[in-house]
């Protein structure tokens, strides 16, 4: 319900656990997408044209050949589909997931324009790649001989898991230094629980880790120019893969009361809560409020239905098409329940007694480009709200480091090489990318390209 003026008062605040039982949880937090069986993977194998020079390998940023490991599906060889998967993307099992196929290989494949339904290459791929997980990852990728050579990666989310793997394969040591208790950095604590089902992260870990030489110091943060210069003395190079740590705030009146979070810190919680068999444990408003159009609000909007939120309002500035949730994305909260409004700029956090009560928002125009307010306010009621816009860089970190940056970012070429000899970055903190997984997992495999041919020259 929207009004004028949100009325609720600080007494009628509604936030607690245990709004649903154990097994609808448990229900509702299932794997949104299960594993394809074997009949229906066959099946759909058999639609793939095997196309030349085929389109949805092309737009693939890590160029897995599609049609190749179709064409092995379709012959019931799943380990020859997983190596062909897996050679060009490690993380290929996460990125069946949570990749969108919808706007990358899947929209541009000939079956769409044939019979208006495209080949699901986003659940052959994790068919298949779920098939050799029982067995250990170098009995696919056999390490080679040891180089010598250590390289320190930091932080152990999509970009330095793909860094260190394709470095381990050739034969170097590789040491791991993430700040978060558990390596998985995004796969672990960013992605909502039933992408990930069934702890798949640290399984998908686990077994990448059986290539050997790969060690992981966690609670390890960065934060001096000193300790980097460090890391750059004690080994031959050093990825930095550090994603966007920060999340950029409001700018409003209101943001510090209570019941006012990040959403990506909820998603965090949800589930580390999952992992420790607690869900029920997580409070969630009876009025939910998400702010953003990324699919991180998404993520925050859907599961807080699915935790029994009654209402949930997510609230963008602008209109759909500049949302950078996927129309898929968008879509699957609808069909869960979330109400996504549009043109709405957030103007100020309503509270009484300190506790959130509810957000005022100004009516956008779009005027000769940019956005204009038209003196309209709508607000919605509110419990609990969820800040989603977006994560930043500590650029003054990075600046001290002697790292160039851009565009809030750091600069550095399609190999990962930085104005720093010897220092490599990629994934989210890079300049350049589109913030998709898969992004970061192919700049993780060019940069460990790029830091062998340095070692070995």
Not at 340 to 355: K, Y
Request: glycine residues 12%; negative net charge.
């Amino acid at each position: 319900m929207s009004s004028a003026h949100a009325s609720i008062t600080a007494v009628d605040a509604d936030i607690r656990p245990n709004r649903l039982g154990h097994d609808q949880l448990a229900q509702r937090f299932a794997d949104a997408a299960p594993r394809l069986t074997r009949t229906q993977a066959l099946v759909e194998a058999e639609r793939c044209l095997y196309c030349h020079d085929a389109p949805c390998a092309t737009a693939c940023p890590t160029g897995i050949d599609i049609p190749s490991f179709i064409r092995r599906i379709a012959e019931d060889n799943l380990r020859g589909a997983a190596r062909a998967i897996l050679s060009a993307n490690p993380l290929g099992g996460t990125c069946a997931r949570v990749c969108p196929t919808e706007e990358l290989c899947e929209q541009v494949c000939v079956r769409s324009t044939q019979q208006g339904k495209p080949v699901v290459i986003g659940q052959l791929q994790r068919y298949a790649t779920d098939a050799v997980m029982d067995r250990p990852y170098s009995a696919l990728f056999p390490r080679a001989a040891a180089t010598g050579k250590t390289v320190a990666v930091v932080g152990a989310g999509p970009a330095g898991l793909a860094c260190a793997v394709e470095l381990a394969r050739r034969g170097h040591d590789v040491v791991m230094h993430d700040a978060r208790p558990k390596a998985g950095g995004l796969n672990e604590y960013g992605l909502a629980t039933y992408k990930m089902a069934d702890d798949f992260a640290q399984r998908e870990i686990d077994w990448l880790f059986g290539i050997g030489g790969i060690t992981v110091k966690n609670g390890w943060r960065l934060e001096t120019a000193a300790q980097l210069q460090a890391l750059q003395r004690e080994y031959a190079a050093v990825f930095l893969g550090v994603g966007l740590a920060h999340t950029h705030g409001l700018g409003i009146a209101g943001e510090g009361l209570a019941g006012v979070r990040d959403a990506v810190d909820f998603i965090a919680e949800l589930r580390e809560a999952t992992s420790a068999g607690r869900l029920q444990a997580v409070p969630i408003g009876r009025r939910v409020v998400v702010i953003g159009g990324g699919m991180t609000a998404v993520d925050a909007a859907v599961q807080s239905k699915l935790l029994g939120a009654e209402s949930v309002h997510m609230v963008y500035r602008r209109g759909p098409e500049q949302m950078g949730a996927s129309d898929a994305e968008q879509q699957w909260a609808q069909t869960h329940g979330v109400t996504l409004h549009h043109w709405l700029a957030p103007e100020a956090i309503l509270g009484e007694a300190g506790h959130v009560t509810g957000v005022r928002f100004a009516v956008q125009d779009l005027v000769g480009g940019h956005l204009k307010p038209t003196g309209e306010h709508r607000a919605f009621e509110a419990d609990m709200v969820f800040k989603a816009i977006g994560q930043k860089l500590d650029v003054a970190l990075w600046q001290g480091c002697g790292l160039t940056i851009q565009q809030g970012r750091i600069a550095a070429d399609d190999d990962g090489r930085t104005g720093v000899p010897g220092l490599f970055a990629g994934g989210d903190c890079r300049a350049g990318g589109r913030d998709l997984t898969v992004e970061a997992v192919e700049d993780g495999k060019r940069a460990a390209a790029a830091i062998h041919a340095q070692l070995t020259a």
